[in-house]
């Protein structure tokens, strides 16, 4: 996977939990910044962590991450957090698997906690494209809201609304759906509970479409049994097993066959690749069921096959 290397320029507290990392490429500059777009972070010890953009200079040789510190996660927010100021990393990307559609359609965005990094940017296009747009962002308490003032800075007035659960209540997710136009567009990203809620509430909309992104693997996301199958590359023929415990990134990877990968847990959507035969399995949380249901491509760090046997256009 292509990297580039660049050096933390600047980190900013935004919340007790969540600080800012500004990064400054050491050669050339980034493609590809849009809002929706992530990074990979590679931190290290194989482990690869992806961050949305919230910002990026205009001459693309910053940009922006905003990382939460989870003390119970899988480590990769603490080692951003240990990062100091001039430490270099290698950043993948930036691949944008969560676009903004242009049009004329009225659109709201929807952001939960620290998945307000992408509505970030794309609040900002929406603007500077002039659409019509509001932006309700869920925390659970106002000194969490970590990008509030980022919100706030776009000067979008009556167009922003903060809701914090401790003062505000419960947040009426059916009421807000069934406010809007007809054939508007949502996009939304938070955690999982507030996903389904918006998914659900989804139900009461009159035509439009919801876009979302995950950042957390996906409850219901079929973990069924696990059984063996083979891969087979389309280029060479080659044949790997692979077993009920193992994955087909894994395999591949352990065989020398050059794969990109950044998340490992069906989310960002780096190791996609298009499937010739055979039926797949899917595991990810990232593919929309529309997208799966083609049969066309997979993710190879989780899903799986139905049959014996696919065949992947490698
Ligand atoms: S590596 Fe992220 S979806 Fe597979």
């Known amino acids: 996977m292509t990297t580039q290397t660049a050096r ?5 507290d935004l919340s007790p939990d969540t600080t800012d990392f500004a990064f400054e490429i050491s050669e050339g500059r980034f493609s590809g910044l849009e809002a929706g777009a992530h990074i990979d972070v590679h931190l290290g010890d194989s482990s690869i962590r992806q961050y949305s953009l919230w910002s990026w ?18 480590g990769g927010s603490l080692a951003m957090h240990a990062l100091n100021v001039g430490a270099t990393v290698q950043i993948g990307g930036p691949r944008n698997h969560f676009p903004l559609q242009s049009g004329e359609r009225y659109v709201t965005l929807i952001a939960g906690g620290i ?13 500077n494209a002039g659409r019509d747009f509001q932006v309700v962002y869920l925390v ?5 809201a970590a990008m509030d003032t980022k919100f706030r800075e776009l000067g979008l007035d009556q ?3 903060l809701h914090c659960d401790d003062m505000d209540g419960r947040f009426d997710m059916t009421e807000l759906v ?16 507030m996903l389904n809620a918006v998914l659900d509430a989804g139900r009461a909309m ?17 973990q069924g049994e696990k059984a063996g199958f083979e891969v087979e590359l389309s280029s060479t023929g080659a044949v790997f097993q692979i077993g009920a415990e193992d994955t087909i990134l894994d395999v591949l990877k352990a065989n020398g066959v050059p794969v990109e990968f950044g998340c490992s847990e069906g989310l960002c959507g780096s190791c996609i690749v298009d499937v010739i035969d055979g039926e797949v399995d899917h595991r990810d949380g990232i593919l929309t069921p529309e997208e799966q249901a083609t049969n ?10 139905k049959g014996d046997r696919l065949i992947l256009d490698l």
């Open 8 to 12: 933390l320029i600047k980190k900013t």
């Open 296 to 305: 066309s491509y997979m993710c190879t760090c989780v899903s799986r096959a």
């Open 57 to 74: 200079s205009l001459d693309g040789r910053t940009l922006n991450v905003a990382v939460k510190r989870e003390d119970a996660g899988r």
């Open 140 to 144: 659970r308490s106002k000194e969490l």
């Open 159 to 161: 167009w922003y609304r």
């Open 115 to 127: 998945g307000a990094t992408p509505l970030v940017a794309m609040a900002r296009e929406l603007l």
């Open 206 to 222: 009159r035509g439009g479409t919801i876009h979302f992104e995950r950042f957390s693997a996906a409850a219901d996301v079929d």
């Open 178 to 193: 069934q406010s809007l136009p007809v054939n508007s567009d949502i996009y939304t990203c938070g955690p999982e509970p």
